[in-house]
T-cell receptor, first 114, second 114 residues
Framework: EDKVVQSPLSLVVHEGDTVTLNCSYEVTNFRSLLWYKQEKKAPTFLFMLTSSGIEKKSGRLSSILDKKELFSILNITATQTGDSAVYLCAVVNAGGTSYGKLTFGQGTILTVHP | KAGVTQTPRYLIKTRGQQVTLSCSPISGHRSVSWYQQTPGQGLQFLFEYFSETQRNKGNFPGRFSGRQFSNSRSEMNVSTLELGDSALYLC?????????????FGEGSRLTVL
């Protein structure tokens, strides 16, 4: 069974700090790894990672995948109170009866204080 | 461009009843997937539909079913409701099937079973 473990489960920082969120996974047939941000409403897409070692970047957020060690990190620099949210990591299975199935981690709750 | 629309947003049912939830995807998207989100289990994949066909299914009992119509709108049904079915049910649409495209989530239907 596919599995995704995120750490830490929660994190409290002050504005301006840099944070690193971790996601390790086990999947029978890896297609991609996704990061989402969830505030009070629907999760919103951040990144899709398919290739190892290539950093994806969007403003203050960046993410990288290590397919050999089966993990990904999401970095947020110069955090702002608007970054407070649950960050979700998911892997997509590419094979057989699990084709296209997403498995999510428990999420990391990030709280940024002013 | 209208986003993913889920109805109803909130509903309360009693044990043993059944419920039908609706999801209208973004125009042009043919893939609709459903997820159950609870505090204890996080986000769990229910099933995905593409062009009216169920592509894959998560590890949920047969009480959970779904369908997709020719206009890509999807419904999910839960029969013989149990207390443990209380959750936020999220629908996501995508241009491509099998987790190959970005998922756009609706705001969810919050089901409470008494």
């Amino acid at each position: 069974e596919d599995k995704v473990v995120q750490s830490p489960l929660s994190l409290v920082v002050h504005e301006g700090d840099t944070v690193t969120l971790n996601c390790s996974y086990e999947v029978t047939n890896f297609r991609s790894l996704l990061w989402y941000k969830q505030e009070k409403k629907a999760p919103t897409f951040l990144f899709m990672l398919t290739s190892s070692g290539i950093e994806k970047k969007s403003g203050r957020l960046s993410s990288i995948l290590d397919k050999k060690e089966l993990f990904s990190i999401l970095n947020i620099t110069a955090t702002q109170t608007g970054d407070s949210a649950v960050y979700l990591c998911a892997v997509v299975n590419a094979g057989g009866t699990s084709y296209g199935k997403l498995t999510f981690g428990q999420g990391t709750i990030l709280t940024v204080h002013p | 461009k209208a986003g993913v629309t889920q109805t109803p947003r909130y509903l309360i049912k009693t044990r043993g009843q059944q419920v039908t939830l609706s999801c209208s995807p973004i125009s042009g998207h043919r893939s609709v997937s459903w997820y159950q989100q609870t505090p204890g289990q996080g986000l769990q994949f229910l099933f995905e539909y593409f062009s009216e066909t169920q592509r894959n299914k998560g590890n949920f009992p047969g009480r959970f079913s779904g369908r997709q119509f020719s206009n890509s709108r999807s419904e999910m049904n839960v029969s013989t409701l149990e207390l443990g079915d209380s959750a936020l049910y999220l629908c996501a649409s995508s241009l491509l099937a099998g987790g190959t495209g970005e998922l756009f989530f609706g705001e969810g239907s919050r089901l409470t079973v008494l």
